[in-house]
């Protein structure tokens, strides 16, 4: 494969075939924008009586989107186009439009859109169920929602030619092409390098929670996302119970983070500014196509993971920053010093909650997710069986106790949404992430000079070139390499893990 890639390609005139499937395309592709709109706002504007409708609509353009697009004209289009495309360099937008136009079709042609509508009507009356079994930490109220959720995806599965492994195909819709067995592997070994350091660590005393003002928060919060590049004219941030980033269209960037005590709330908005710089950042000539979108959530979680931690909590940045956080919270930092400040924001401390863990915590928080939902999907596990599984394996894995179904089983919203086979993603990008950063590293020697100054558009227009502006156009595997030169390779983030946190 070309290292370099091209948006267009000089070769060959496109033909009609290729100029209306493009239109099919993009037609697909704003059905399925309005609908990613409507998930921005059912979490975060929404009035929670609005849920029975919106399911309704989201099963609508759901299903529209899917008819749409496995429409046998469109296959007739790609069938035509074959010639065309074996014609071009494979790099050219037009093969890569082409090519992965036609693994999508056929995949999605294998699934009914009526069922595509029904995981999705499921999806949104589960997400407000977890809202509220959530707030009341109860997991009884959204037991039954999983239960259809699983049913549907067992439904979804048999569409399929059988895999090795049944979640092999769940997997496949958030890092196509990843196998079971690979990521199996991967965590195996993050297992066996970071327990340890966990138990190394043992339980200190836990950080007290800083109660800064919710203002003084958001805005400090968009001094930083200022200073990363958060754009008033493409961007927004808004607060919701479960930090998420949504891209509804090119050009809109929709952010997400709730203000809480501690600094996990700006750390949770430099880690969805990670996905926003992502989609971003895409070529803009790619925008309503199939390749207008990140390629996969193990290459997108390596970008907010590189923002949160890589960038977020290191020492350059708050070289920079720091300053300005004692004079924001003067009461709270003014006798802290920097050192001080660092060792707190990176120390190892097992804690509940995900999205609040350090480092090297937060990948036994997935590895445990992970080996549920293949129990779940394989039949191994019944969701009554959940909670009581979640709270004995949660306690083997991090040496806590779970104290209550909101702190366990309930924090996150996924299952709640359907999203089966998606958590693996998080620590797969936390691999990749350390990965691509040394290969930055190369090319970028004065970096730690450049974040003492506040100065981050090198390293964004870094990753510009080398990742974000190819979209889809190449497989999660491919884009890896052109990123970095390897393949997925967990050896490099267990020892950055290693240096630094094994003194303590």
């Not at 209306?20 to 709109?37: K, M, N, P, T």
């Not at 299903?63 to 046998?72: L, N």
């Not at 394996?393 to 299952?415: A, K």
Request: charged letters at 25%; a negative charge; aromatic letters at 10%.
């Amino acid at each position: 494969m070309a290292a370099q890639a091209t948006v267009g390609s000089p070769f060959v005139s496109p033909p009609a075939a290729f100029d209306e499937l493009r239109i099919r395309l993009a037609e697909v592709s704003d059905v399925q924008h309005a609908s990613g709109l409507l998930f921005w706002d059912q979490r975060t504007k929404m009035p929670p009586a609005g849920s029975e409708g919106r399911a309704e609509q989201v099963a609508t353009l759901g299903r529209i989107a899917h008819e749409r697009f496995v429409d046998a004209a469109v296959g007739r289009l790609l069938e035509e186009l074959r010639p065309y495309e074996d014609s071009l360099p494979r790099e050219s937008f037009e093969a890569s439009l082409i090519r992965v136009a036609r693994r999508d079709w056929e995949k999605a042609t294998c699934v009914p859109p009526s069922l595509t509508a029904e995981m999705r009507r499921a999806g949104a009356l589960g997400f407000r169920a977890w809202s509220e079994a959530r707030a009341a930490s109860d997991f009884s109220p959204l037991a039954p929602h999983l239960e259809r959720n699983l049913e549907l995806k067992h439904r979804y599965v048999a569409c399929f030619p059988p895999a090795e492994e049944t979640y092999d195909i769940l997997l496949d819709d958030y890092e196509p092409g990843m196998k079971t067995a690979e990521v199996r592997a991967v965590f195996d070994e993050l297992k066996r390098e970071l327990i340890p350091l966990v138990r190394a660590a043992g339980l200190p005393e836990p950080t007290p929670l800083l109660e800064l003002p919710r203002d003084g928060q958001e805005r400090f919060a968009r001094r930083v996302l200022d200073r990363l590049g958060f754009d008033e004219r493409s961007w927004r941030l808004d607060e919701t119970a479960h930090p998420f980033m949504s891209s509804p269209g090119s050009g809109d960037v929709r952010l997400t983070t709730r203000w809480e005590p501690g600094l996990n709330w700006l750390f949770g908005a430099i880690h969805e500014f990670g996905h926003g710089v992502y989609e971003h950042d895409i070529d803009p000539a790619l925008a309503r196509t199939p390749l207008g979108g990140g390629v996969s959530l193990g290459l997108h979680e390596s970008q907010s993971r590189t923002w949160e931690n890589l960038v977020g909590r290191s020492r350059p940045f708050w070289r920079f920053f720091y300053p300005q956080l004692q004079d924001a919270f003067p009461e709270h930092f003014g006798g802290l010093s920097e050192d001080d400040f660092g060792r707190m924001t990176n120390r190892v401390e097992p804690s509940l909650i995900r999205v609040d863990a350090d480092e090297v915590t937060y990948n036994l928080h997935i590895i445990l997710r992970f080996e549920l939902e293949q129990e779940l999907i394989d039949g191994r596990l019944e969701i009554a069986e959940l909670p009581g599984a979640w709270n004995e394996r949660f306690e083997e894995y991090l040496g806590i106790p779970v104290t209550s179904d909101r702190e366990g089983v309930l924090q996150d919203m996924h299952w709640g949404g359907g999203a089966f086979g998606y958590f693996s993603t998080y620590s797969l990008g936390n691999v990749m992430s350390v990965q691509i950063w040394e290969r930055m590293l190369v090319d970028l020697p004065e970096l730690d000079e450049q974040f003492a100054r506040g100065e981050f558009a090198p390293l964004r227009a870094w990753y510009g070139e080398h990742l974000y502006r190819h979209g889809r156009k190449f497989t999660p595997q491919e884009t890896l390499e052109l990123a970095c030169g390897s393949t997925l390779d967990a050896g490099p983030y267990v020892r950055y893990l290693q240096a630094k946190y094994a003194a303590g």
